[in-house]
């Protein structure tokens, strides 16, 4: 795995949808949907209330640029405010956090420090939800969307509080 595919579905999240993006974010991302009425429905990151899915490509304020677009990549990111797929669905995924050194416009997919930190000692099956679409230890309140399955993953990157870890996603209920 390349140190910029910091994020790899595994198993399942099959169904894909198509939202507005109004900002940027980086692949692999969890969603959740907001009502902007009429025909526009917008994704943003996911708050430990919903989750719609995990963003397929990067987005960005500007799009692809010209050497992007020349050299042909696979995957380019997409401009903000213009609809961006996303893998919806039950499964298992791969995903490593914090920032990752030398990807432009990355942040972190986990939370490694504060409230609901995941380290690499986080046991297994412990409940986990969202807080502005990075993966955390459910608090209340939160919906639980996933448990950890493996957090001692060796991480792709070598750095100070990286976790690198396996997580099975499913659509759950508030933690009490």
């Excluded at 919903?50 to 990067?58: C, D, I, M, V």
């Excluded at 432009?104 to 939800?129: D, F, M, R, V």
């Excluded at 969202?130 to 919906?143: H, I, L, P, Y």
Aim: proline fraction near 4%; charged fraction near 20%.
């Amino acid at each position: 795995m390349a140190a910029n595919r910091y994020f790899q579905i595994l198993r399942g999240l099959e169904d894909v949808t198509s939202k507005i993006v109004d900002s940027a974010a980086p692949y692999g991302l969890a969603m959740e949907v907001v009502d902007a009425g009429g025909d526009r429905a917008n994704a943003i990151p996911a708050y430990g209330t919903g989750f719609e899915g995990f963003l397929l490509q990067e987005v960005t304020a500007a799009g692809p640029t010209a050497l992007q677009l020349i050299a042909q990549l696979k995957s380019l990111p997409a401009q903000a405010e213009q609809a961006v797929s996303i893998a919806r669905g039950e499964g298992r995924i791969e995903v490593e956090g914090p920032k990752l050194a030398g990807v432009a416009n990355s942040s972190a997919l986990i939370i490694t420090s504060g409230t609901g930190a995941i380290t690499s000692s986080t046991a297994k099956h412990t409940e986990l939800s969202f807080r502005n679409g990075k993966w955390r230890v459910a608090q209340t309140g939160d919906r639980v969307c996933g448990e950890m399955l493996k957090a001692n993953i060796t991480p792709e990157v070598d750095s100070t509080n990286n976790v690198r870890c396996e997580i099975r996603v499913f659509r759950g209920g508030l933690k009490p």
